[in-house]
């Protein structure tokens, strides 16, 4: 079954974008099933909507779209920009005045509302300031859905405020993934993504870095679900749908990331779109990246020890860029109006989503910040067949953008490309984490196959998470430098460019430091021998193959840790930043084509073995089952 995202259309020259938009967010939340009317699609490519800022305008004039630059579909909602001087002057006056409830100060707040006034009167609609993001510039929302023509015209009104630097509409972004299939018979074997030395990432060389310890990854998506593979790689995230119909869980934004599913009844999202059976991409996504491996069920992670904080930005109709932004932000560690402070901030952010369009001011402005406390910000290039130039957030600056690379080493044909593709990575039928469920969270769990940038970008999450091990001293700029200079498998790309190719774990790791040309890791660390509980989580799923016993493990380090912690995490702070001028686009001198050496691709343990607080790890690859060994609850 393929089906449809909310907001997909299919475009007259057979490409695909994404579109549409959000709800008001109403004080009493209408029943979850009621409808959503009068909504849009997207419907052409051509010149996606770009906000100019007041630097970049004659004299300074504060400036919105141009007409016919913005793709076809309503807004209710949008994001104005204060101009520096405009906030300075504000808080000159009001001092230590309160900002209450996510409001800008008096005098922006009631200046502004004057011209919303003005502007939404002459449209025969009202409205105000719903809140502001942690910059202190205002979330705007009308009472009815504009028309482009309408949309064009109110944002031309509000930035006619000599307090306004610019104004955008605060986008829906979807997840960037393409189709999806169930699979019940679970092996290591069946991921070619990681496995295959030349068009998969050739993860097992990779592995012997013992899978990115201490190392957290936001991945801001749907949230997460408490699948087995899953639940001991999480650091506490946070849900950032400010939309209570969205995110059906009624109250807003909340300290539950829980997924609770994207599902959609025909025509909820408007424009009599088709009905949508929830995804559990957030977790699909979150199982490539940090699946545990070598515990005998199912499937590995790319870095299958890192710890995964789920964000939750995206639910039913899609999500706000708005809220997106807020949550790229909070998970660099900033501090956002009205939520606790992130108290394990990521060294790694993981994007799946996205739109075409340039790239919004709100996530610009968020990803410099994320890039400034020395976040690497990976997303994905989108599955509309275009350049990726005209999709976001991967055509922000300081991105990795990722594409999508087939099991033939092959550009997907619907992957997006151009100059903006950092590096692909593999993304067509790859095997993660899933439920079986069209609708709420039920405890099925299982497996699934899923096509799309979504798949490719947290490869490259996982590649990059592995290089911050045990605390190494690893630059961080270095890190994020090797997307760019460490690619070493060609791609077959049949649109010009596709990255610099498929990306290779083994190469990123030498291009770093962790390995050295022989495939060898460059540092060692001291051995030490404890005992540790393995944890069933059978309240979930009957995991029929692993008994609750203490098991004496061989670990790497130093002091055990405590199985009842959360998982470490490094110290994330303006010590580090990462410089995206700063990266060179010179060759890596140990880039080499072919297949990698017979140590990097050896899957039998090297002795060495891991333990990391509920699970026992025994060595760096999964090992593959039998089928029918795994048990999911009917």
Known sequence: ?????????????????????????????????????????????????????????????????APGSLPQQKFDQFIVTYTDDAKQRAEERSGDA???????????????????????????????????TTSNDAI????????????????????????????????????????????????????????????????TGNARLYRGLKTTVAVIDTGYTRHPELIHSLVPGYDFISNPVSGRDGNGRDADPTDEGDQAPFNLCGDMQNAQIST??????????????????????VSDLAAIQPIRVLGRCGGQTSDIADAIMWAAGGHINGVPDNKHPAQIINLSLGGVRACPNAYQKAINFALSKGAIVVAAAGNAGIDASQFAPANCKGVIAVGNSTKNGTRASDSNYGKTVTVSAPGTDILSLGIDSINRPNGKYNYVYRSGTSMAAPHVSGILAQQFVNGANVSRQKVYSSAFNAVANPIKCDKGY??????????????????????????????????????TSAHRT??????????????????????????ATMTNDNADPINPD????????????????????????????????????????????????LTLVS
């Open 1 to 65: 079954m393929k089906p449809f995202r909310a907001g997909l259309a299919l475009l007259a020259t057979g490409s695909l974008i994404f579109g549409g938009n959000l709800p008001a967010a109403l004080a009493q939340a209408p029943h979850e099933d009621a409808t959503q009317a009068d909504q849009t699609e997207a419907t052409t490519p051509a010149s996606p909507f770009s906000v100019p800022t007041n630097a970049g305008s004659p004299q300074g004039a504060p400036r919105s779209a």
């Open 98 to 132: 309160e900002v209450a409830g996510g409001v800008t100060p008096g005098d922006l707040d009631s200046g502004i509302q004057q011209t919303i006034d003005s502007s939404a009167a002459s449209l025969e609609t009202s409205g105000g300031v719903v809140r502001t």
């Open 140 to 203: 705007v929302q009308t009472s009815k859905k504009l028309d482009k023509q309408q949309a064009q015209e109110f944002m031309d009104r509000l930035a006619s405020n000599p307090n306004v630097a610019s104004v955008e509409p605060d986008y829906v972004n979807y997840p960037a993934v393409e189709s999806t299939f169930v699979f019940n018979d679970p092996l290591y074997s069946k991921q070619w993504n990681l496995t295959n030395p030349t068009v998969g990432i050739g993860n």
């Open 280 to 301: 559990w991409h957030g977790t699909h996504v979150a199982g490539i990246i940090a699946a545990r491996g070598q515990n005998r069920l199912g499937i590995a992670g």
């Open 498 to 535: 596709c990255g610099r190719g498929i990306i290779s774990s083994r190469k990123i790791a030498q291009y770093v430091g962790n390995l050295d040309a022989q495939g060898k890791m460059s540092f060692s660390r001291p051995r030490t021998i404890y005992t540790s509980r393995v944890i």
């Open 542 to 567: 009957a995991l029929s193959d692993i008994d609750a016993q203490d098991t004496s493990v061989e670990v790497q380090g130093g002091q055990a840790p405590d199985s009842a912690e959360e998982p």
């Open 582 to 629: 700063a990266v060179s686009a010179d060759t890596d001198s140990s880039e080499e084509s072919g297949t990698q050496s017979q140590d990097a691709n050896d899957l039998s343990d090297d002795g060495d073995s891991q333990q990391d607080g509920d699970y026992t790890m025994t060595s760096p690859v999964q090992k593959p089952r039998e089928a029918g060994e």
